[in-house]
Nanobody, 126 residues
Framework: DVQLQASGGGSVQAGWSLRVSCTVS????????IGWFRQVPGKEREAVSC????????WYADSVKGRFTISRDYAKNTVYLVMDSLRPEDTAVYYC???????????????????WGQGTLVTVSS
């Protein structure tokens, strides 16, 4: 079974940085997409960033472009999301997700991802 383990959330002040990690296990295909999403109570889950394991194509939401960086450590099967210049509006539960067969135009659609990790809470205070 594919399993994702998210970690690294916490509470920081605005302007600080934080890194969240997603360790993936049980994947049998070489190519898949790892996505980071976030959700606040009462709102839909929002796509933040994603990375494809083959070719390394990366996508960012406009709201985080230039502040967040996604990367992957192949040896550790871990995807990182480094979040710089955090803002109070970045406060959310962050989830990582994986799927082996998402087309590029659908990487922002949470329903397209088959596998999800548990969330990790990021709180940014002003």
């Amino acid at each position: 079974d594919v399993q994702l383990q998210a970690s690294g959330g916490g509470s920081v002040q605005a302007g600080w940085s934080l890194r969240v990690s997603c360790t993936v296990s049980g994947v049998t295909r070489d190519e898949y997409t790892i996505g980071w999403f976030r959700q606040v109570p009462g709102k839909e889950r929002e796509a933040v960033s994603c990375i494809r394991t083959s070719g390394g194509r990366i996508w960012y939401a406009d709201s985080v472009k230039g502040r967040f960086t996604i990367s992957r450590d192949y040896a550790k099967n871990t995807v990182y999301l480094v979040m710089d210049s955090l803002r109070p509006e970045d406060t959310a539960v962050y989830y990582c997700a994986a799927d082996p067969s998402i087309i590029l135009s659908s990487v922002r659609v949470s329903q397209q991802y088959a596998y999800w990790g548990q969330g990790t809470l990021v709180t940014v205070s002003s």
